[in-house]
């Protein structure tokens, strides 16, 4: 029989113990099943994704290792999580599969997919497990410095405003609140600087909605980069006005501009 490891909210704990696991997550082609990983000699290892799906939010009481007994001969699928969105994990028996990850040199983010509901009498028991085990992100990053772009750095997480403060790129922060954007604006002049203006713009063309009477002007702008900033902050509005004003630059007498206006109606 191969042992492996389900990871779980502390909270499940009773459910799990009673009924199993269902067979709630997505595999490989649309698969249903259940997520594991082989028990190995390295505790860490056997518990490496503890850290990761725990950033993603338990229900409480932080997590707990459910402990499966499968039979040798179960299809299980086996690979790194990245193969998963390249159909590339194979289709293998759960011995095999516990023998795989056992002579890889690294087997750092692989995982093994049950393509089933896993029943309460395989599961052999339920235990807890220290919190700090695993590796966060992506394996192989600790120790490297953090991205901390809104893609990477969800809304909400601890400590991200103050790692955003230190490492962050200023283009990759929220910027300053919309009045105060709309007073540099105002006292960038006119035609004002374009490098403040290109600013202003890109930190405006962050928001849904945008104050289009406010940046009407730049329409008429001597440089052209200045109108092809416009677009692309205007394009991502949607306020009334918006519209037109894109197809006030869309007859620009740059060619730069008018294709900026082609690619933002295209999106």
Known sequence: MATFVHLSSAANAPKIRRAGLR?????????????????????????????????RGTRGGGMVAVHLRLDDGQPVLVGHYRDRAKSAQRTVTAAEAVRRVRELGDPLGWEVFVPRA????????VRAVPQGVGWRYAPGVHGTRPCVCFGCQGRGEYGGRRLRERLADPSDLPGPKVPVLLERLAAAGDPGDPAELGRLLHWLGKRGRGPVEAVARLAEHPDPEVREDLVYAVARWRTPGAAELLDRLAGDEVADVREAVAWARRG
């Open 23 to 55: 067979a709630d997550s997505w595999g490989q082609g649309g698969e249903r099943g259940v997520y594991c990983f082989p028990v190995l000699p390295s505790f860490a290892v056997t518990h490496q994704w503890l850290r990761e799906l725990a950033r």
């Open 118 to 125: 896993v029943t309460a009498g395989e599961v052999r028991r």
